[in-house]
């Protein structure tokens, strides 16, 4: 946007130089670059018979900026890399403005053509100048890391903040903060045999030093001092009075400790808005009695008072509202309670988004916990699997109705079977009929004797199901297992019976 390349053609179409937001010349007030200044003026051309403006704006590394004459009238043009002079030697810079804006930040800082501060520009940086340049400036964070190490070592009271070589590596400056009065003469000693260069300690405030490293506000933004904001104003608390914040340290400071500055930026439109307000010691005199003041919402006019003496309610008024009580206590009147002026005071509904799908949930993504008592109850009541098996093959499940199946035996009834509740009937009839089983063979009699020529595999079992976990014939006396408690009443149904009177 700013440097020759990225200027405008004859019909106002910008070229652009295809830098995607990292601009190579170094003047485009993108990527790393801070407190970059657009030429507005580079496309116009000056009126006939007046020359360029001479003097350049220079910046160095961390977007400390500087003016530069150019005596020998070389071509420059913003973004162009120049020696220009030091003390002592030479420094590297990026011309970072020219033109006639120069005059207006020289105005700005109050700084004359004729002022000790404007040097010169030596030359057009060659590759040689640029290479020292890059050389010195690598060496910058090892320079601090063994600086920070030095000054802890000697126990004084101030921070490193950062390191800055100059561009033909003879000399570097130390900035550091400190709160009290340093005597930092050894410290200057030491550093120069251990780099074998020329120290400058030089001292800068909270926000100059925020300024100088960069950073991310509370906003989501980069900080103000490093991007644009030149000069810092005193912030004081009364800004934040005035705004109706919250006096919190934490909240109003800014990462160097300080208040923020933008305290100060929407300052004048709440000074703005509060002409028409009253004053907050204003008190309100009302039949019910004396009223004073707590909040305010500054842009949508609405006040809250409380009484003196009953403090825990507070009270809801507009502005006119309070404006006519104001006028009444004027003329030595009172007037009415303040629930009967809230009562007419409209609050508009807020109009929120209707979560219709539960897109608005921080969780829905998350896995639902499992809870770890249900786990250890089931692990619990786990068996071994040999006798799970057994008790399937043996045992019914007790919590399955018993079905009704057809036998032979259905003239006689048994007694548990009369005694049942009529309830079960219809279900019994909605239930589809089982087929008819063949008849089972008769079985020996118990007061017989066995005969003891027959095999063990003649017997005849009566029931194949009931015992299928069983190889041992029906004849041998052998108790079944007891069935559950809770299946006593289907005991009679589910177990056969070995020589009793009913079967005969």
């Given at each position: 946007?700013?440097?020759g390349?990225?200027?405008t053609t004859?019909?106002g179409?910008?070229?652009?130089?295809k830098s995607?937001?990292?601009?190579?010349?170094?003047?485009c007030?993108s990527?790393?670059?801070?407190?970059?200044?657009?030429?507005w003026?580079?496309?116009?051309?000056?009126?006939?018979?007046?020359e360029?403006?001479?003097?350049?704006?220079?910046?160095?590394?961390n977007g400390?900026?500087?003016f530069?004459?150019?005596?020998d009238?070389?071509?420059?043009?913003?973004?162009?890399?120049v020696a220009t002079?030091?003390?002592?030697?030479h420094?590297i810079?990026?011309?970072s403005?020219a033109g006639?804006?120069?005059?207006?930040?020289m105005?700005?800082r109050?700084?004359?053509?004729?002022?000790?501060?404007?040097?010169?520009?030596?030359r057009?940086?060659?590759?040689?100048d640029i290479?020292?340049?890059?050389?010195?400036?690598?060496?910058?964070e090892?320079?601090?890391?063994?600086?920070?190490?030095?000054?802890?070592r000697?126990g004084?009271?101030?921070?490193?903040?950062?390191?800055e070589?100059?561009?033909d590596?003879?000399?570097?400056?130390?900035?550091?903060?400190?709160?009290?009065?340093?005597?930092?003469r050894?410290?200057?000693?030491?550093?120069?045999s251990?780099?074998?260069?020329?120290?400058?300690?030089?001292?800068?405030?909270?926000r100059?030093e925020?300024?100088?490293?960069g950073g991310?506000?509370?906003?989501?933004r980069?900080?103000?001092?490093?991007?644009?904001?030149?000069?810092?104003?005193?912030?004081?608390t009364?800004?934040a009075?005035?705004q109706q914040?919250?006096l919190n340290?934490?909240?109003?400071?800014?990462?160097?400790?300080?208040?923020?500055?933008c305290?100060?930026?929407?300052?004048d439109t709440y000074?703005d808005?509060?002409k028409?307000f009253?004053?907050?010691?204003?008190?309100?005199?009302t039949?019910?009695?004396?009223a004073?003041?707590?909040?305010?919402?500054?842009?949508k006019?609405?006040l809250?008072?409380?009484?003196k003496?009953?403090?825990?309610?507070?009270?809801?008024?507009t502005?006119?509202?309070?404006?006519?009580i104001?006028?009444l206590?004027?003329?030595?009147?009172k007037?009415?309670s303040?629930e009967?002026y809230?009562?007419?005071v409209?609050i508009p509904?807020?109009?929120?988004?209707?979560?219709?799908?539960?897109?608005?949930?921080?969780?829905?993504?998350?896995?639902?916990?499992?809870?770890?008592?249900r786990?250890?109850r089931?692990?619990?009541?786990?068996?071994?699997?040999?006798?799970v098996?057994n008790?399937?093959?043996?045992?019914p499940?007790?919590?399955?109705?018993?079905?009704?199946?057809?036998?032979?035996?259905?003239?006689?009834?048994k007694?548990q079977e009369q005694n049942?509740?009529q309830?079960?009937?219809?279900q019994?009839?909605?239930?589809p009929?089982?087929?008819?089983r063949?008849?089972?063979?008769?079985?020996?009699?118990?007061?017989?004797?066995?005969?003891t020529?027959?095999?063990a595999d003649?017997?005849?079992k009566?029931?194949?199901?009931a015992?299928?976990?069983?190889?041992?014939?029906?004849?041998?006396?052998?108790?079944?297992?007891k069935p559950?408690?809770?299946?006593?009443?289907?005991?009679n149904n589910n177990?056969?019976?070995?020589g009793s009177?009913s079967?005969?």
């Amino acid at each position: 946007m700013a440097c020759g390349s990225c200027g405008t053609t004859e019909n106002g179409v910008p070229k652009g130089c295809k830098s995607n937001g990292n601009c190579g010349s170094g003047s485009c007030g993108s990527g790393s670059n801070k407190l970059a200044v657009f030429d507005w003026l580079s496309n116009m051309t000056l009126p006939s018979g007046q020359e360029r403006f001479n003097i350049f704006e220079v910046r160095f590394k961390n977007g400390r900026k500087h003016f530069y004459k150019n005596p020998d009238n070389l071509p420059i043009t913003m973004g162009d890399i120049v020696a220009t002079e030091g003390s002592p030697g030479h420094d590297i810079g990026t011309v970072s403005l020219a033109g006639e804006l120069v005059k207006v930040q020289m105005k700005k800082r109050k700084i004359t053509e004729d002022h000790e501060d404007v040097k010169k520009i030596y030359r057009k940086a060659s590759q040689r100048d640029i290479d020292i340049w890059q050389q010195s400036r690598g060496k910058e964070e090892e320079t601090q890391k063994r600086g920070r190490e030095i000054l802890g070592r000697l126990g004084l009271q101030m921070k490193l903040s950062d390191v800055e070589y100059q561009g033909d590596g003879n000399k570097a400056t130390f900035y550091y903060t400190a709160e009290t009065r340093v005597d930092f003469r050894q410290l200057i000693r030491d550093l120069a045999s251990a780099f074998s260069i020329r120290v400058e300690m030089k001292q800068v405030g909270a926000r100059q030093e925020a300024a100088r490293l960069g950073g991310v506000g509370s906003c989501g933004r980069e900080l103000c001092c490093s991007t644009w904001l030149t000069d810092f104003r005193k912030v004081t608390t009364s800004a934040a009075r005035y705004q109706q914040l919250s006096l919190n340290p934490l909240k109003l400071a800014g990462q160097c400790g300080k208040l923020k500055c933008c305290l100060n930026f929407e300052l004048d439109t709440y000074l703005d808005a509060l002409k028409s307000f009253p004053k907050q010691d204003l008190v309100l005199k009302t039949e019910k009695g004396d009223a004073v003041f707590v909040k305010m919402d500054i842009f949508k006019n609405h006040l809250w008072y409380t009484y003196k003496e009953e403090r825990f309610k507070w009270f809801r008024l507009t502005l006119e509202q309070v404006l006519e009580i104001v006028d009444l206590n004027k003329n030595n009147e009172k007037s009415l309670s303040l629930e009967e002026y809230e009562a007419d005071v409209e609050i508009p509904v807020k109009v929120d988004f209707e979560d219709a799908v539960g897109q608005d949930s921080l969780t829905r993504f998350d896995v639902p916990k499992t809870s770890k008592r249900r786990n250890n109850r089931n692990k619990n009541k786990k068996k071994p699997v040999g006798a799970v098996a057994n008790n399937t093959q043996a045992k019914p499940n007790p919590r399955r109705k018993p079905q009704a199946k057809p036998n032979n035996k259905t003239p006689q009834a048994k007694p548990q079977e009369q005694n049942k509740p009529q309830q079960q009937k219809p279900q019994a009839q909605n239930k589809p009929k089982p087929k008819p089983r063949p008849k089972p063979r008769p079985r020996p009699n118990a007061n017989a004797k066995p005969n003891t020529n027959a095999k063990a595999d003649v017997v005849v079992k009566p029931n194949v199901k009931a015992n299928a976990n069983t190889n041992e014939p029906k004849g041998e006396v052998k108790k079944p297992n007891k069935p559950r408690k809770n299946n006593n009443k289907n005991r009679n149904n589910n177990t056969p019976k070995n020589g009793s009177d009913s079967e005969k």
